[in-house]
């Protein structure tokens, strides 16, 4: 079992930046891979970004390419999401999501193929 608890979320202007963080309980999160899914109002959860269990690779979704950045700490059992020139678009909760192994995109970029998430964290922008 991992249990997630992200944090970091909160109101920001356009343009702004924010670091999401998600803490992960358990000795093999290092074994884990990590991803970052958001919701927004009245819309389905959309895939984010990801990283795999070895941290060698990182995925994104095309809306976030050269604006977010994710990363892991495996001493500190947390993944991290960098965000930066926050749109309004960006207005979401936010949820990291863990998956024993994997490394390609196909595997991470599926929300049902994650078994654990946390519990979200709202990430509004103003125009």
């Known amino acids: 079992q991992v249990q997630l608890v992200e944090s970091g979320g909160g109101l920001v202007q356009a343009g702004g930046s924010l670091r999401l963080s998600c803490a992960a309980s358990?000795?093999?999160?290092?074994?884990?891979?990590m991803g970052w899914f958001r919701q927004a109002p009245g819309k389905e959860r959309d895939f984010v970004a990801a990283?795999?269990?070895?941290?060698?690779?990182?995925y994104y979704a095309d809306s976030v390419k050269g604006r977010f950045t994710i990363s892991r700490d495996n001493a500190k059992n947390t993944v991290y999401l960098q965000l930066n020139s926050l749109k309004p678009d960006d207005t979401a909760v936010y949820y990291c999501?863990?998956?024993?192994?994997?490394?390609?995109?196909?595997?991470?970029?599926?929300?049902?193929?994650?078994?654990?998430w946390g519990q979200g964290t709202q990430v509004t922008v103003s125009s």
């Open positions: 999501a863990a998956r024993p192994g994997g490394s390609y995109y196909t595997a991470l970029a599926l929300e049902y193929n994650y078994p654990y």
């Open positions: 358990g000795r093999t999160f290092s074994s884990y891979a």
């Open positions: 990283i795999s269990w070895s941290g060698d690779n990182t």
